[in-house]
C-alpha cells in the first residue's frame, strides 16, 4: 500500500517540517509509543537536523483481533516531569484514537512547553480525538495494516513497506502497540 521510497520521501518531508516548527535553541523530547512507532521514529529522527531528546512508552492495548478495544496499559513511562521542554509524541497509527485520548491528558499534566502529535497513518475515524495530530504520514485507508512497524498478533513488523493485511475485524490475534 505504501512502499519503502514512497515512505522514505514523506519521513524526510515530515522531519523538515518538524525541524522549522521548534526554535532550535529549545529543548525538544521525542516520545515514540512503542512498539509500533520504533521503525519511523528511527527514520524520523534522522531528519530532524537539530538537538533533541528522545524516549519512549509502552502502551498495551487490551484484547485481541484487529480491532483496539477501549482500554489501554502503560506498561513502560519515564515519568518524567516535562517542564521546559516541548514534547512531540509520536504515533504509529491513529485508529479509535483510544490510545491518544487516554494518553493526552496524562502527558498535558506534566506541564510540557508544548505538546504536539505525530503520527505515521491516520484512518480518520476517530471521533472526538482529544488532539488532532500536527503531522500526518498518510491519510490511511479503514483496514488492518501491517510492516515498517505494524504488527499483526508481533509479526510482520520488519517488512520495509506497508501493506494491507485485507481481512475483516474478527480474525484472530492481538494487536499490541
Ligand atoms: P487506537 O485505536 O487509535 O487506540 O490504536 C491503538 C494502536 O492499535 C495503534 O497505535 C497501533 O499500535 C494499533 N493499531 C491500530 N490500527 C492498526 C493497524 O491497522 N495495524 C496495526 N496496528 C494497528
Ligand atoms: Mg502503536
Request: aromatic residues 8%; glycine residues 10%.
Amino acid at each position: 500500500m505504501y512502499p519503502e521510497d514512497e515512505i522514505a520521501r514523506r519521513v524526510t518531508a515530515m522531519g523538515e517540517e518538524i525541524t522549522a516548527a521548534y526554535p532550535a535553541d529549545e529543548p525538544l523530547l521525542i516520545l515514540g509509543l512503542l512498539k509500533g512507532s520504533f521503525i519511523f521514529l528511527a527514520d524520523l529522527v534522522r531528519k530532524i537536523a537539530r538537538p533533541l531528546h528522545v524516549d519512549f512508552l509502552v502502551v498495551s492495548s487490551y484484547g485481541s483481533g484487529t480491532v483496539t478495544s477501549g482500554e489501554i496499559r502503560l506498561l513502560y513511562d519515564p515519568e518524567a516531569s516535562f517542564e521546559g521542554q516541548h514534547v512531540l509524541l509520536v504515533e504509529d497509527i491513529i485508529d479509535s484514537g483510544t490510545t491518544l485520548n487516554r494518553l493526552v491528558p496524562l502527558l498535558e499534566g506534566r506541564r510540557p512547553k508544548s505538546l504536539e502529535l505525530c503520527t505515521l497513518l491516520h484512518k480518520r475515524i476517530a471521533r472526538g480525538l482529544v488532539k488532532e495530530p500536527r503531522w500526518v504520514g498518510f491519510d490511511a485507508p479503514g483496514e488492518f495494516l501491517i510492516g515498517y512497524g505494524l504488527d499483526h498478533s508481533e509479526d510482520y513488523r520488519n517488512l520495509p513497506f506497508i501493506a494491507s493485511l485485507a481481512v475483516d475485524g474478527s480474525a484472530e490475534g492481538s494487536t499490541n502497540a
